[in-house]
Structures are given as C-alpha cells and as structure tokens.
T-cell receptor, first 115, second 113 residues
C-alpha cells in the first residue's frame, strides 16, 4: 500500500522564484497536514485540511505561502516569491481519524534550498 | 512558546543498555502523546503512543511513561540496538487529535557499539 507521496524530493531554486511542492496523501485519509522542519524550530505545522477544506493555516509564516487541496488525492504548497530563509524540509502527512486516530503518516519530505 | 519540549538535543547510549528520552509539555489540554522516529533523508515514522488515561504503554522493546501531574513523558528503549540510532520526536495532540500534532524539536539518539 503506497504511503504519502511527495514531489519533488529535492529542489534548488533562486531567491524570488516560485516553488510548488506536491503531495498525494494515503488513499482514504481525510486529513492532510503540511509541516516544515528546520534546525531552529523543529517540526512546525503550517496548515492542515479536513476533507479538502483548510481548517487551520495559522502556522503559515507569511502571505508568500499558500496551500491548496483541490481534491482528496492531491495538495500543493506554494511559496512565491521564495527567500533563502524558506530553505527547509517540507513534509506532507495524512491521517484517517477513523482508521488511525491520532497517528499521522508522513511522506519522505521535499528538501528545499533557496539560494 | 514551545508547548512540547525535548531538552536534550542528543543522547549517546551504549548498545545493550537502556535509552531514556524525555519530553515535557505545557498545554494541559493535550490528551494524547506519540513518539516518532526519524532516519536521515526519511520522513518521521510512528513508534508508540499513549492516551492521557494511561500512565504506561509497552510495545516490545519500547515503553512510554506518562506523568500527567508533572506534564512529563519518557520513552524507554531496552535493550538499545544500533538500528535505534535516529532522531526521536515527541508529539502531543488535544481534542482527540482534531488539531493535528504539536512536535518537540527532537532528540538525536546515538547507540554506540
């Protein structure tokens, strides 16, 4: 059974460019989360969706960040324009409240470097 | 203001001995706690969890202890094995997990041969 799938795995981009990270959650999961991992702040929750609807985006650092979930099997996290301080590992995760309760399942992450 | 704190960035333990990883939390609304394990270049994977109605949960070599009055939990690994070398994240949730998980910064466990 496929896990959470993220793309790209690695992205190097120049400051000011637009970055789009993609995520396919586990089939049947009704929650989708975007986390960011940095050395300074650890794993931070950026935004999460329930049944494709954004529930809490209070963790999104700035207006430069936006996330969408057009359907149950796809989500994007966009940074425009990107800045060097956005360099981090971005994780997508999903969960089924019925099947997995509080446990969320992570993808392998998208390593973003903004130069 | 960090609601979940792992005060030891790293921990070194000899193979075969017990590893004890600690975690403190400040939000009294947290009612479910989890430990995740992360290898380099991989996503975190679920390890073990505990509900606030319990004070201990065991799964093979892994045991999680919860002390609600002290707002403290710990993960015990006995015996420690080389494959246990990883970063361990403590996580907590409130309202039955409806708001997602709040993570600590992680503890890098190094098992020495």
């Amino acid at each position: 059974d496929a896990g959470v799938i993220q793309s790209p795995r690695h992205e190097v981009t120049e400051m000011g460019q637009e970055v789009t990270l993609r995520c396919k959650p586990i089939s049947g999961h009704d929650y989708l989360f975007w986390y960011r991992q940095t050395m300074m702040r650890g794993l931070e929750l950026l935004i999460y969706f329930n049944n494709n609807v954004p529930i809490d985006d209070s963790g999104m650092p700035e207006d430069r960040f936006s996330a969408k979930m057009p359907n149950a099997s796809f989500s994007t996290l966009k940074i425009q324009p990107s800045e060097p301080r956005d360099s981090a590992v971005y994780f997508c995760a999903s969960r089924s409240m019925i099947d997995s309760g509080n446990t969320i399942y992570f993808g392998e992450g998208s390593w973003l470097t903004v130069v | 203001d960090q609601q979940v704190k792992q005060n030891s960035p790293s921990l070194s333990v000899q193979e075969g001995r017990i590893s004890i990883l600690n975690c403190d939390y400040t939000n009294s609304m947290f009612d479910y706690f989890l430990w995740y394990k992360k290898y380099p270049a991989e996503g975190p994977t679920f390890l073990i969890s505990i509900s606030s109605i319990k004070d201990k949960n065991e799964d093979g070599r892994f045991t999680v202890f919860l002390n609600k009055s002290a707002k403290h939990l710990s993960l015990h690994i006995v015996p420690s094995q080389p494959g246990d070398s990883a970063v361990y994240f403590c996580a907590a949730s409130a309202r039955g997990g409806a708001d997602g998980l709040t993570f600590g910064k992680g503890t890098h466990l190094i098992i020495q041969p």
